[in-house]
């Protein structure tokens, strides 16, 4: 799906892509605004924690404009073909299958797993903390954002640091959607091979004993280690974190 759907679509619309990245959250975040300036007779009509529901025709009508504005973004400002207006006026090259790709996939892959063990840490806060601090006469905003949120940071940070090893891991996802190009650039329209793609790919044609499969085994070997690393820091910073609020 990404590299032979996505990647056409990103491709062809360039320019709603990246208005559409700028443009999701501050609208989000403007629809939070709005609904926090309603009057509280306005509010009732919508049930607790369906507020959510609200933000589906603001996203499909910012995505909706965005994708209809790129012709015309095109048009004017990028001589008709962003590609060729990336490549010969910013000196960019433009890969069809290039890093935004993989990072649009990779959210949808990584994303489900961050979201679930996250919202199992905030839900398993318990309730008499809640509630005390909203007796106490702290809004709800305040009660999120210094009781709730707190609480659950070790397992909102486990779930992030879950998703972060996925997305390390993945082979199959960035072998596909980057166009598998050798190259290191720190340019997100340009492709890239990983390290797990990489051996994945040229483990079956090395020779055993060659250089080459040396050097596929020297790659598993970073890979491992950056990974024992990151997962060692991580879980240092977790167990200070439970440390520092199991008291709460």
């Known amino acids: 799906l990404a590299g032979l759907w996505l990647a056409p679509i990103i491709e062809g619309a360039l320019p709603g892509v990246i208005l559409l990245l700028i443009l999701l959250p501050m609208g989000m975040l403007l629809t939070a605004l709005l609904w926090n300036y309603l009057p509280e007779r306005g509010k009732t009509w919508l049930p607790e924690g369906w507020h959510a529901i609200l933000l589906i025709p603001v996203l499909l009508l910012i995505g909706w404009g965005a994708f209809a504005l790129s012709p015309l973004i095109e048009n004017v400002f990028m001589n008709g073909d962003s590609r060729i207006w990336l490549t010969h006026e910013m000196g960019i090259k433009f890969d069809q299958r290039n890093s935004l790709v993989v990072g649009i996939a990779m959210g949808f892959a990584v994303i489900p797993t961050i979201f679930s063990i996250a919202e199992d840490a905030v839900f398993s806060v318990p309730k008499h903390l809640t509630q005390g601090s909203l007796a106490l006469g702290a809004t709800p905003w305040q009660t999120l954002s210094r009781v709730v949120i707190l609480t659950a940071s070790p397992g909102i940070f486990s779930a992030v640091m879950m998703g972060l090893g996925r997305a390390v891991g993945e082979t199959m996802i960035v ?72 008291s709460m």
């Open 175 to 246: 072998l596909m959607a980057t166009g598998n190009t050798p190259i290191m650039d720190f340019s997100m329209f340009q492709g890239l091979r990983t390290l797990a793609a990489n051996i994945a790919v040229e483990m079956p044609e090395s020779e055993v004993g060659s250089s080459h499969y040396r050097v596929l085994f020297l790659a598993a070997f970073v890979l491992f280690v950056f990974t024992f690393f990151f997962n060692t820091l991580a879980e240092f910073v977790r167990q200070r974190l439970r440390e520092k609020y199991s």
